[in-house]
C-alpha cells in the first residue's frame, strides 16, 4: 500500500512542511504497515467522500491534508480540512504527521553529528 | 482555472454564497453537490447571533447583562486532545485561574484582545454587540496549529518538536479574534489578494494587542508575529516578521520565511489559497512603515486608520491592494487632514512597497 501525503495552509505557509511525503508500506516496519492499514481499513478510506470536513464562512488559518491511498488496482483521493471531525480520518492524519515528524527528528540528529 | 485533482476542493469551500449558487445552477455535478452542502447551513456571525438571541434569559439571569458595553463574555472550552469542537467548557467570565497553561493564557489573551478593541477602537467584541468570545484549547494530538473556525478560535499544543503551545504568544490569540472582526466588517475573501488583506489585518492587529499590553511605542516594538511558538532547535524567531518581511525563520525542515515585503517579489501560487499568508507581508510592511513613521503608540493613529478602513463600505469582499492602500490613504486625510503627516506617512508605507497611491488617486479623479 502506497500513500501520498500533503498538508497546506494553517497560521502560516511553511515551505518545508508543504513538501508532499510518499510513504510505502514495504519500506514501514510490519508494526507501522500493519498500523496504517489498520488506520486506512477504519477510516474506510475507499469509500470516503473526496471531500471530508466542511469549512464555515469567514473560516481562516485551518489547514488542509491530501490524502492518496493506492493499494493494487485501487486508488483513492480524499481531501480533509480542519476540523477532520471523523475520528478514524483524524486517526490516519495523526500517523501521516507522525510519520513526518520522525523524519524530522531523524534530519535533525543527523546534522547534529555533523552528517550532510 | 487549473487545479491539480487533489486541490479542487479549496476552490469552493469558502467563496461566497453567491459564487456557490453559481456553481450549484451551472457546475460540474461533482462541484454542484459540494457547493449545494456548503450553502444548506448559514455558518455566518449572525447566525451565531441570532440563537444566541433565541435563549438569552438563563444566560443573562446568571452571568449579567450579556450585551453590555464593555462587559467580555469568554468561556474557554477543552477538546481533550480530540478534534471535537467546542469541546468540554473549563473556565468561564470570572472564574479563577484553572492552573491549566493553555487555557488561562487563552482567557488572559481573548481579554487583552477584547480591551483592545473595546479601549481603543470602542468596539464592542468581533460584532461590535458584545458577540461572547469562545476558544477551545488542547484541540487535536501534538496539533501544530491555530485556527478560526468562522465562529470560534481553536488552539493545538504543538508537539514540541517544531512548534510549541499556540497560546504561548499573545498576538497569535489577537490574530485569530481578528478574523472574527474581518469577517464581521468586510467578508475580506480568503483568496489571493483580498485573503493576504485579511491576513495582513489579523497580524497588524494581533501586533497592535501585544504592542498595547507591553505598552510599547511604534519603534521599541519587535513587529514579530507569533514570538516563541517555535520550538527549541527550530531556526528562527517567530512566524512572520511586519518588519522585514521574509527573514523571520530559515530552518532545514521548516524552509525559509516565504514572505514577501515589496510588490515586485509578489509571489503568485495556488498553494496558501493562493499565497494568503505569504504575500500579507507586503501590506503588514506597509503599515510597519507609516506607523514608525507616524511614530507614537501604532494603535492610535496608524491602527485607527486601519481600523476605519476596514468599517469602510467602499471594501468589498474582493479588494485587493491597490484599492484597500487608496482607501488607507483616504481614510488618513479623513481623518487627520488631506496633507498631513499622517497621510503622508501612509502614502509612503504603501510607496515603499511598489504602490503609489498618489498616482492611483490621480487616475481614479480623470474622467
Ligand atoms: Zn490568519
Redesign the pocket.
Known amino acids: 500500500m502506497r500513500i501520498e501525503y500533503r498538508k497546506e495552509g494553517g ?1 502560516a505557509h511553511l515551505p518545508g512542511l508543504a513538501k508532499p511525503l510518499t510513504i510505502d508500506t514495504a519500506e514501514l516496519t510490519p508494526e507501522q504497515a500493519a498500523e496504517l492499514e489498520r488506520l486506512v481499513e477504519q477510516s474506510a478510506f475507499f469509500s470516503l467522500p473526496a471531500t471530508v470536513g466542511r469549512l464555515k464562512r469567514g473560516a ?2 485551518y489547514q488542509e491534508y491530501h490524502i492518496q491511498v493506492t493499494e493494487g488496482d485501487r486508488s483513492h483521493a480524499v481531501q480533509v480540512v480542519d476540523p477532520a471531525g471523523a475520528e478514524a480520518v483524524a486517526a490516519l492524519i495523526d500517523f501521516l504527521d507522525d510519520r513526518q515528524r520522525e523524519a524530522i527528528i531523524k534530519s535533525r540528529a543527523a546534522r547534529q553529528r555533523g552528517e550532510p | 482555472m487549473q487545479a491539480s485533482p487533489g486541490h479542487r476542493h479549496s476552490l469552493y469551500c469558502i467563496v461566497p454564497p453567491y459564487v456557490l449558487r453559481n456553481i450549484a445552477r451551472s457546475g460540474k455535478r461533482e462541484l454542484a453537490d459540494a457547493a449545494l452542502n456548503t450553502l444548506a447551513t448559514d455558518d455566518t456571525i449572525r447566525a451565531l447571533r441570532a440563537g444566541r438571541a433565541a435563549a438569552p434569559a438563563v444566560v443573562s439571569s446568571a452571568r449579567g447583562t450579556l450585551t453590555a458595553e464593555g462587559v467580555k463574555q469568554r468561556t474557554i472550552f477543552t477538546a481533550d486532545n480530540t478534534q471535537n469542537l467546542p469541546g468540554r467548557p473549563v473556565r468561564l467570565e470570572g472564574d479563577a485561574a484553572t492552573g491549566d497553561l493553555a487555557v488561562d493564557e487563552a482567557y488572559d489573551g481573548l481579554g487583552s484582545t477584547y480591551d483592545f478593541f473595546w479601549e481603543a477602537y470602542e468596539r464592542n467584541s468581533i460584532d461590535d454587540e458584545g458577540l461572547p468570545l469562545n476558544a477551545t484549547v488542547h484541540f487535536g494530538r501534538r496539533y501544530n496549529n491555530a485556527f ?1 473556525n468562522g465562529q470560534q478560535m481553536v488552539f493545538g499544543d504543538g508537539d514540541g518538536v517544531l512548534f510549541n503551545r499556540f497560546t504561548i504568544a499573545l498576538d497569535v490569540i489577537g ?2 479574534l481578528t ?1 472574527g472582526v474581518t469577517e464581521d466588517e468586510a467578508g475580506l475573501i480568503y483568496f489571493f489578494q483580498s485573503g493576504a488583506l ?2 495582513s489585518m ?1 497580524d497588524v492587529f494581533g501586533s497592535l494587542i501585544k504592542q498595547r499590553v507591553r505598552n510599547q511605542t511604534a519603534d521599541h516594538a519587535d513587529w514579530l508575529i507569533g514570538e516563541g511558538l517555535l520550538a527549541a532547535g527550530v531556526q528562527g524567531v517567530a512566524l512572520r516578521s511586519m518588519k522585514a518581511p521574509g527573514t523571520a525563520f530559515d530552518d532545514p525542515d521548516l524552509g525559509k520565511d516565504p514572505q514577501p515585503g515589496h510588490m515586485r517579489d509578489y509571489v503568485n501560487t495556488m498553494q496558501d489559497n493562493g499565497g494568503v ?1 505569504i504575500n500579507s507581508g507586503i501590506p503588514n510592511k506597509a503599515f510597519y512603515v507609516a506607523a514608525t513613521s507616524i511614530g507614537g503608540y501604532a494603535w492610535e493613529k496608524t491602527g485607527r486608520i486601519w481600523y476605519e478602513t476596514l468599517r469602510d463600505s467602499r471594501l468589498r469582499e474582493n479588494t485587493g491592494f491597490r484599492r484597500f492602500a487608496r482607501l488607507t490613504h483616504m481614510t488618513a486625510g479623513r481623518l487627520y487632514g488631506p496633507t498631513s503627516t499622517e497621510a503622508k506617512a501612509v502614502r509612503d508605507g504603501w510607496a515603499q512597497v511598489g504602490i503609489n497611491v498618489a498616482a492611483l488617486a490621480m487616475e481614479a479623479g480623470r474622467p
Open positions: 497560521i481562516a488559518d | 478560526w490574530h485569530e478574523h485579511n491576513e489579523s499568508h
